[in-house]
Nanobody, 115 residues
Framework: VQLVESGGGLVQPGGSLRLSCVAS????????MRWYRQAPGKERELVAG????????YIADSVKGRFTMSRDNAKKTVSLQMKSLKPEDTAVYYC?????????WGQGTQVTVSS
């Protein structure tokens, strides 16, 4: 089982980034997918989620209107489009897959928003 995130980096405030997560080793279309983030010294935060079939989505209030999550079951990928980034969005972003209590996690990708 693998979840591999990419797309992180350094961006100026107000900028945009698109994170991607490619899944392998499990039946991707039967798992709900989520993006979490964790900033230094802070608890892990759920940022966005999408149901297995893509019909149900969740976006945290802290990023609503700026972040959009999507999934492509054919390509076994999920994406997190982030715009109007703020310094407080700086964190390691993790992709995760859940089916009931079972879950898989990626290794994370660093997003740094700074001028």
């Amino acid at each position: 089982v693998q979840l591999v995130e990419s797309g992180g980096g350094l961006v100026q405030p107000g900028g945009s980034l698109r994170l991607s997560c490619v899944a392998s080793g499990f039946t991707f279309s039967t798992y709900a997918m989520r993006w979490y983030r964790q900033a230094p010294g802070k608890e892990r935060e759920l940022v966005a989620g999408v149901s297995s079939h893509g019909g149900g989505t969740y976006i945290a209030d802290s990023v609503k209107g700026r972040f959009t999550m999507s999934r492509d079951n054919a390509k076994k990928t999920v994406s997190l489009q982030m715009k109007s980034l703020k310094p407080e969005d700086t964190a390691v972003y993790y992709c995760a897959a859940f089916q009931g209590p079972a879950g898989y996690w990626g290794q994370g990708t660093q997003v740094t928003v700074s001028s």
